[in-house]
């Protein structure tokens, strides 16, 4: 059965955004093309464009805000993508809110959330666990034709090992990948998208775990030394979650889709693709959401430790991280490390989430720098890295009280807590008029006055179809690639083929 909210929630609609944003937002049999905001059409645009606000009651799009009483100049991503990748690490850009950084911030979690949208979590499908579309259709499958990326390379990590809850398995015997989990892409920036840019981006985004939050309780929170799962370090005190490095670094040679690592996965696609743009001005932005931020931290560290962003004309490829709702990965020696290579974070958080209060519930980045100094070597005890930019789901008028932790750790409603964020102090504007509705799309967080309903995504007959014969069936799938031939070739490049 297919959903519409187009007259029970964006009745009004055209009296707020011009109208190829505000196209209503449905569900049917086909792919689902989910409305969001049109992010780069900021890119280009004056920045004084009309807001979004709400009450607590009335129609959802209530009233229009004034535009901006402060003139701005004009600018373009491209003229300071720089700025926006973290040079000066965001200082004066998140209190107030730079408009163009929040669009930056919006696309990039739309990148993210597409795993979640494109992941089949049904352990009644034979293809759980995996992508349910074929890297050529991925954004156009998704309605995010717009965002001007091509899908490059599917990763891939073997689900044998203690992370139950991350890892999704079909109920059938007979099943795509029996040790596989589809858990991210790697993706570039088209010619058009790349001239808006300003510069040739490469971007990585981690899949999460997009409901649950059992997935904590199965982190062993326990420090191992980095370079003990043979990833390069010169400092044997630099320590992460063993979790998230077992996540990382683990493989299963019997897999024809998971016998290299998601580490080496990523290593040897970005020397690909760095190769093939090495003329032009490039980017590395790494991008993910729960336990996909955590490893968006890791293959950002690997890809610099390696040195493998620097290009053969001593160029060094800026590499940013763009985390949503993370929790700490190292302690305080890996986020030293990671400011000595000049990674880049921008951690986006709900004040509200517990992930990004684990672990390291006692020892942590918050209690006095004595107490740190003498819990240094514990094997608890934790560091957020980066700048952090705290959101709180209380100030959207949109958003209903609840007990359900896990709503505080929605990737979509922190999206709607980013659109609306002008500053500390400052209201609650929608800035760019990104469907509130999305938010409902996995939980149920919108206050019931707005008739939309909760977990509302989903697909119609659960995948059946109907043969020739009128019978229903799950239908085949296109047959996934395996690994590129060339994979075991640009490990040796990198120094990694002696692990095979």
């Known amino acids: 059965m297919a959903i519409s909210l187009s007259k029970t929630f964006l009745s009004i609609a055209h009296q707020v955004f011009p109208s190829e944003k ?10 689902p093309q989910l409305q969001r905001t049109t992010s780069m059409g900021f890119a280009t645009r004056s920045l004084r464009m009309p807001r979004v606000s709400s009450k607590t009651s009335g129609s959802l799009f209530s009233s229009i805000d004034e535009l901006d009483k402060e003139t701005r100049e004009e600018r373009r991503v491209a003229d300071v993508w720089r700025e926006f990748h ?7 850009m998140l209190d107030p809110m730079d408009p163009l950084l929040r669009s930056e911030l919006i696309r990039y979690g739309e990148m993210a959330q597409a795993c979640y949208d494109a992941f089949d979590f049904d352990p009644f499908s034979k293809y759980c666990g995996s992508c349910r579309f074929t890297p050529r259709q991925f954004f156009d499958s998704l309605a995010m034709a717009d965002h001007g990326y091509v899908v490059s390379r599917y990763i891939f990590a073997t689900s044998n090992i203690n992370l139950p809850n991350f890892f999704k398995k079909s109920r059938w015997p007979k099943v795509w990948s029996k040790s ?3 858990i991210g892409y790697v993706a570039v920036s088209n010619d058009e998208i790349s001239k808006r840019l300003g510069r040739r981006d490469i971007v990585v985004a981690w899949r999460g775990t997009v409901t649950r939050l059992e997935w904590i309780a199965d982190l062993m929170d326990f420090l191992k030394p980095i370079s003990s799962n043979k990833i390069p370090c010169p400092d044997s005190t630099v320590k992460v979650e063993s979790g998230f490095l077992d996540l990382y670094t683990d493989k299963d040679v019997n897999c024809r889709f998971c016998k290299f690592s998601a580490r080496e996965q990523i290593l040897t696609e970005v020397k690909r693709l760095l ?6 001005e490039l980017s590395l932005t790494i991008t993910g959401h729960s336990l996909g931020s955590a490893l968006a931290i890791l293959s950002a ?10 290009l053969q004309d001593s160029r060094a490829v800026p590499v940013s991280v763009f985390s949503f709702s993370g929790p700490r990965v190292g302690n305080v020696r890996f986020k030293e490390r990671m400011e000595v290579l000049g990674v880049k974070v921008l951690r986006v958080v709900n004040v509200h989430d517990i992930v990004p209060k684990s672990p390291g519930l006692f020892f942590n980045e918050n209690v006095p720098l004595l107490l740190m100094k003498m819990a240094e070597r514990l094997p608890w005890s934790y560091s957020h890295v980066g700048v952090e930019l705290s959101l709180d789901h209380k100030n959207s008028p949109f958003l209903k009280e609840t007990g359900d932790l896990s709503c505080a750790h929605n990737l979509e409603a922190l999206l709607h807590l980013l659109d609306g964020y002008h500053g500390k102090g400052h209201r609650f504007v929608l800035a760019s008029g990104r469907d509130p509705a999305l938010v409902n799309k996995a939980t149920d967080f919108l206050k019931d006055h707005y008739l939309v309903p909760p977990y509302w995504r989903q697909y119609e007959n659960k995948g059946m179809v109907r043969n020739e014969d009128g019978r229903w069936m799950q239908p085949e799938r296109p047959k996934l690639d395996d690994q590129p031939e060339d994979t075991h070739r640009y490990l040796k490049q990198l120094g990694l083929a002696s692990h095979h």
């Open 22 to 31: 505000c196209r209503p937002v449905s569900f049917s049999g086909r792919e």
């Open 86 to 92: 973290g040079v000066d690490d965001w200082v004066g």
């Open 180 to 182: 596989a989990n589809w």
């Open 275 to 280: 190769e093939i743009y090495q003329l032009e």
């Open 301 to 310: 560290y690997g890809i610099v430790e390696t040195g493998l962003n620097v």
